[in-house]
């Protein structure tokens, strides 16, 4: 399989572990910590270099219980901060979709969750944090010591060293279940008058949208942390394996499958319904299912994620219709509103408007092709592309949305790079 | 709420052990050699659980040491309920025959090292009248392999040994749990390639947990080594000494 989630990419990497804070990293200037690489293109791919796997790096340091603040290692994932923090009545501030993320991961790409227009992204809750640098040695950043450096790594791809360790504040909640709202709707500009409707009220929103239906119909789930039951452990049953030899052959994923999939799915969730979901299913309803992206076969597939401003959003009405014109869409695509509140990081993906995220199995020319219309078409109404889904764009479209690109270049580790780096550098 | 002591901490499966149990101890103590790494999962460990938690610096490879060490463990913990053995090494076994000294270190570390703390602990546990000890083994230690005999003849040293005192403890009520992981994916392992045997360190602690409160006396972790070792013994002297394994 390939070397990061979209399973698109066969690296020339060296690989070499570390699982002490003290460990010294390989001389090489040609290096690139990761974690759980659930990035789907190459931003955690370094061919041709060394990659500093981190997941070893794997060990709380302090839990400040009566605050809610959590130092740990930069390899701790999402799932052990909350299996150790949720009990105790606390909960992470902005979660992305899979809780396999690692902390490190989380900041170096300044992850996004359900409640964006709410409080903003990962970026804003990290009060500092440890970087290794190749000449400098350690040093903390926050947002008083090394500033600079603070908002350099925060959405940098680590490009800017190896992070050793995070301290985040958390958020309280008193109870480990979700109250949520699931309400169907019939196409984009009903979505729209939903999420402004909802955001007032409710905490996290987030809706899918059938991208093979050209009608534009889809389920909208808005839900607040909920006001009944206890504190109990996160994890609900046992994850299930999707066996590695579906990833060998060809994908289990085609029009039929996916038609019915969706047609049930937008079926089962018919006109509005409220109920009570565990943490695990409402924010990480795939991580049941271990090495889903297997069932994309060998080839892998692609993610395309962009966001256009809401003065633009009509834009995605456009992207939806080529989408489900080409009949290359996968599964339900993941459609939501982002606030204002911006995080100190310097390339940050996270700005105010309209997002869309959704699979495209990998068919060659055929994909790259409809994904760099989408592309167009998304940086044309001045959205962006979310780098950590990215295998595709090209550099000018990086400099175009990313307008403080070359105030960050100054930040990055001599030492560092990656293989999106040196593809959107390079052009 | 037992009292838990884990020699060779800072390894792969001791750390994965110790995530798994130490919300259900009331007291761990733990001993390995680097102080900086026993200074990092030492505040892991407290931080995963309400334990009192210890760390004492030792080099276990000196024997000379264990006795004060196992003593004052045993003063300090009041009780040890159940103790870990966990660390080793895997030699260079190319090396060993060019460097005999350098086997014999290997040797004393995997194996002498080993048995003297486990005759230390039985000797507390059969003082206190109950405990559980668990060494680490390896499948390794079931026949001498070319590429890796001087690791595996240690390790069958050891095993020889837990299977003796395991009978002369059983009359103290003290359990003796032979561990004997196959392929692990741990630090001491990171420069090994990793296929379908392989299992994580997670699993095995898992299986530790079970072996030892169902007071097992072998425990092949994963469970298929048993088979793959009983093909393995089975195959005759003179066919096996032409093979590379």
Known sequence: MGDSWGNLHRANQSRTDICWRDTALPANDKLLTVGNRRSYGDVCINDGGVIVNATGLNKFIQFDAQNGILRCESGVTLWQVLKLVVPMGWFLPVTPGTGFVTLGGAVANDVHGKNHHAVGSFGCFVRSFGLRRSVEGDMTCSQVENQQMFAATIGGLGLTGTITWVELSLKKISHSSMAVESIAYENYAEFLALSEDSEKSHEYCVSWIDCLNTSGRGVFFRATHGQQGSLDDPVGTGARSVPAIVGTGFPLVNQLSLRLFNYFYIRSHEGTRDYSETIAKFFYPLDSLLNWNRIYGRKGFYQFQCVVPFDNADVLKKVLKKISNEKQGSFLSVLKTMGDITSPAMLSFCRPGVTLALDFPNRGARTTKLLSALETMAVEAGGAIYPAKDATMTGETFEKSFPRVSEFTDYIDPSYTSSFWQRVKSA | ?245
């Open chain 2, 1 to 245: 709420m037992k009292n838990l002591l884990v020699l060779g901490a800072t390894s792969g499966i001791a750390r994965a052990y110790l995530d798994l149990v130490a919300s259900d101890c009331g007291s761990i103590t733990l001993v390995a050699r680097d102080a900086e790494k026993l200074k990092q999962l030492e505040s892991h460990v407290a931080t995963i659980s309400d334990a009192t938690v210890h760390v004492v610096f030792s080099d276990l490879a000196s024997v000379n040491g264990h006795r004060e060490l196992i003593e004052n463990l045993a003063g300090k913990a009041g009780k040890i309920d159940c103790a870990l053995i966990a660390y080793g090494v895997l030699p260079d076994q190319s090396q060993c025959l060019d460097d005999p000294d350098y086997a014999m270190n290997q040797f004393n570390l995997n194996g002498s090292s080993t048995i003297s703390l486990s005759l230390h602990l039985a000797k507390v546990m059969k003082r206190q009248g109950s405990g559980t000890l668990a060494v680490i083994g390896s499948v390794a230690g079931d026949r001498g392999r070319r590429s890796n005999y001087l690791y595996g003849s240690a390790k069958s040293a050891v095993e020889s040994f837990l299977a003796g005192l395991r009978s002369d403890m059983a009359q103290h009520n003290v359990h003796v749990l032979t561990i004997k992981p196959g392929f692990v994916d741990t630090p001491m392992t990171s420069d090994i390639k990793k296929g379908a045997l392989w299992a994580s360190a997670d699993k095995v602690a898992r299986d530790i947990d079970l072996a030892i409160t169902k007071k097992k006396n072998i425990l092949y972790t994963p469970w298929f080594w048993r088979y793959i070792m009983l093909v393995i013994k089975s195959i005759p002297e003179f066919i096996f000494k032409k093979l590379p394994l």
